[in-house]
């Protein structure tokens, strides 16, 4: 599986962006995407993914900013931003899960494979 992250870029405070995930490859093995980042300094961390089945999860620090979905199964998987704030500059990656489980998870390393990353600044 191979995954393409896109859609990054420098927005203000309480602006919008929408992050896009193309996945190609043994897509039928997938059975969830998600969303992590990753700060300069810090670790990477969970922001938001959604299951074959429909079902997501989102981070308590995102949650009703952030809202996360999908078209094609899950070949291309959509994290849509708004409320931007400064602490959410990071390198944004997706990621793919080939374990199917009962709800999605939230683990970096119940993921199997990563796309490149992109990057999201917000200005203050």
């Known amino acids: 599986v191979q995954l393409q992250a896109s859609g990054g870029g420098l927005v203000q405070a309480g602006g919008s962006l929408r992050l896009s995930c193309a996945a190609s490859?043994?897509?039928?093995?997938?059975?969830?995407v998600g969303w992590f980042r990753q700060a300069p300094g810090k670790e990477r961390e969970f922001v938001a993914a959604?299951?074959?089945?429909?079902?997501?999860s989102y981070a308590d620090s995102v949650k009703g900013r952030f809202t996360i979905s999908r078209e094609n199964a899950l070949t291309r998987v959509y994290l849509q931003m708004n409320s931007l704030k400064p602490e959410d500059t990071a390198v944004y990656y997706c990621?793919?899960?080939?374990?199917?489980?009962?709800?999605?998870?939230?683990?970096?390393?119940?993921?199997?494979?990563w796309g490149q990353g992109t990057l999201v600044t917000v200005s203050s």
């Open positions: 959604i299951g074959w089945t429909g079902g997501w």
């Open positions: 490859g043994r897509t039928s093995t997938m059975y969830a």
């Open positions: 990621a793919s899960d080939q374990t199917r489980r009962p709800r999605v998870s939230t683990a970096v390393n119940g993921y199997d494979y």
